[in-house]
């Protein structure tokens, strides 16, 4: 799957005999198990800056929850308590 953002990342080709040029910064996120692994692992994977990050199912499954968590909270639709994740422990 392809995603797009809206912030421009920046490529300077100059030491190349080129100019500076913007382009969309894009991400694929993607399935990955390799013949020894147990599970497939979730892989985000930036095309310029070139990174990735690879994550467990687990893992993943926490980023979306705090990630759905940020977006109720951003649109107004989410408690401002913060939400607890496995391991953490209620304040009292």
């Not at 996120?29 to 930036?46: H, K, N, S, T, W």
């Not at 980023?63 to 496995?86: K, M, N, Q, T």
């Amino acid at each position: 799957m392809w995603l797009t953002s809206e912030d421009p990342t920046r490529h300077d080709f100059r030491s190349h005999g080129g100019g500076i040029e913007h382009s969309p910064c894009e991400m694929v996120v993607y399935l990955m198990q390799g013949d020894r692994e147990v599970a497939p692992r979730i892989v985000f994977e930036e095309t310029f800056r070139r990174f990735d990050i690879k994550l467990t199912l687990a893992e993943t499954k926490q980023l979306f929850a705090v990630l759905g968590h940020a977006l109720r909270l951003a649109d107004g639709s989410a408690e401002e308590d913060p939400i607890l994740l496995p391991g953490d422990r209620k304040a009292a």
